[in-house]
């Protein structure tokens, strides 16, 4: 056994025939025939599904109008059709190698055991801009506490790297980590404070590297949300040393535990989304994965070579510092020669989500402005090819939501057309909008199954009764909540047409409850739209009501919506039904059972 290829070991522990011939199918095909068979069928997907709208619009041929529902529409298909085979193919790779799928994706994990002996030196960087500093730095100094128990202590530092302008909060992370550094004298801790915030939260790390190269190896960065345990650091600190090919290693993030009802829908869906997606992702995207800005680590010397971002030419909303630097950091580095790839796993690698719809809608905001900045970089010479389609999909992510408004609304305007619209049969509309839906959910429900198919893995999350009707209860939830952020973004995206940019401001990551107030200053073009349109649809098509119904409920009711979903006592009802409990809520809840019984039997 110990003369195998890591991936045959994996190969040879697959017990049936039959799902021996799977396994090999899966191992064997090389990455360049995975890329082509993704292509070939992404491409029938998107054909189809534009071939299916195409005849349903077209029974009475095209007018203007169902012209541009037909271009919106075929903005939308490429990120729907990669979401639902990447978790198509994450599925099936779980199901063929369970726990060892990871491996079989990036058979660079499967190099370590656990028992080596680290032997580079890595920082852990924290950068932060006017965050909390008690929660922020109080996550850096757990893991450094859990690291310090280690044998391996002293081949890590610390750094919180600030970038913050509000004194009053500068002043408390200085005394913290002098705090800190008193109560931990043995370990390696270190505070920097920059009095300008160029480049953002990138230009606060590339000022690290450049003064860190040849002092450590490897550095691991954290956001200001970020939660990694010891043993996962440890983990990849150990792959990293046993793969000099790998210039970027990413874990696979998950939620914390939250205490807010939006929050744990949010991230109860996003946990299942996001697990299938990256297995399959990772399937064929191989040495050219994906760098999600935090809780990977680095290696610092070719970071420092050849990953720093330029700065954009020119004075409108996508010049200047690029804001979304991580998977333009990842395509520099795989240009540079070196592999980037995904821990395709869950570990103790976690993070805090937003706390309110608003919040969620903040961050998507500056992540668009960000991420539209890549259609300035799609020409930067030497980037392997699939590195450009990376950028192309970080783009498209974000043009499908205001795509599917434009589509949206150019349909309600085309309503009051008998002539176009009676033509289409219910049964035929109805039929293919499930298709699309059942399509656009696809990593979720993916994400379900893989935890659905095994009892040790629903048991975690309480059972396979819970699992099935927290999905269902998030599929609901975040049916009405897209609407409402989908038109947010389609504002924001024709504000950048017009010049409007977004700043680098503190994302707010704990409320107690979102005030009517705000949510009525964000939320109230949302509630006029949809106001309009019902009022619209009532005049011209009664009809058309029933199909508009959930899109015009989730925007006549988006301030309601935002402010109940972060109410204390629906907050509470669902921490006690168990509603959207994650693994971690469930370690929780029995620590707080034994210590109840404790404390009852003393």
Known sequence: MNDLDPAEALFTEVSSEKTRDSAYWWQSMPVTSRRRLIAGLNAATVMLLLAGMWSILATEGLVFGEYIMLAAYALTLPWLSIGLWNSLIGFALDRVFGDNAAQVVTPALSRVTGTEIITQRTAIV??????????????????????????????????????????????????????????????????????????????????????????????????????????????????????????????????????????????????????????????????????????????????????????????GPLSGHIMSHDQVEAVLMRRAGFEVRVMAEESESREENPPSLIDFIRRELRWMNGNMQYLRLLNMPGLKPLSRVQLLLAIQMYVSAPAWMVFILAGAAMAGSDVQMASVPIWVGLSFFALLMTFTLMPKLMGLAQVLSRRDRAEAYGGRGRVALGGAAEILFSMVTSPIVAFSLTLFMAGLFLGRRIGWDAQQRDRRCLSWREAARVLWPQTAVGLALSAWLGAVA?????????????????????????????????????????????????????????????
Request: charged share 25%.
């Open 542 to 602: 009664p009809w058309a009501l029933w199909f508009a119904a959930p899109i015009l409920f989730a925007l006549v009711c988006a301030i309601p919506l935002a402010v109940v979903s972060t109410l204390p006592a629906i907050s509470r009802w669902s921490i006690s039904r168990g509603l959207f409990d994650i693994p971690e809520d469930q370690v929780g809840e029995r620590i707080r059972r034994r210590m109840r019984f404790v404390a009852n039997h003393i």
């Open 126 to 315: 924290m950068a932060l801009r006017n965050e909390d500093p008690e929660a922020s730095i109080g996550r850096l100094r757990k893991l450094q506490r859990e690291i310090a128990r280690s044998r391996w202590h002293n081949k890590f530092s610390f750094h919180v790297l600030s970038d913050s302008d509000l004194p009053e909060i500068a002043e408390q992370e200085a005394r913290l980590v002098g705090r800190w550094q008193e109560m931990a004298p043995e370990c390696d801790i270190h505070y920097r404070r920059r009095t300008d915030n160029s480049g953002y939260k990138a230009g606060n790390i590339a000022e690290f590297v450049h003064r860190s190269v040849g002092r450590y190896t490897y550095f691991l960065p954290l956001d200001a949300d970020s939660e990694m345990g010891a043993d996962t650091v440890f983990r990849m600190v150990r792959v990293m040393q046993a793969s000099p090919e790998i210039g970027m290693l990413q874990s696979l993030v998950t939620g914390l535990p939250s205490r807010t009802f939006f929050t744990r829908a949010f991230q109860f869906g996003m946990r299942h989304g996001m697990r299938s997606y990256t297995l399959g992702a990772a399937w064929w995207q191989a040495d050219c994965g994906p760098n999600w800005g935090h809780n990977l680590l680095i290696r610092l010397q070719p970071f420092a070579e050849a990953c720093m971002l330029p700065v954009l030419e020119g004075r």
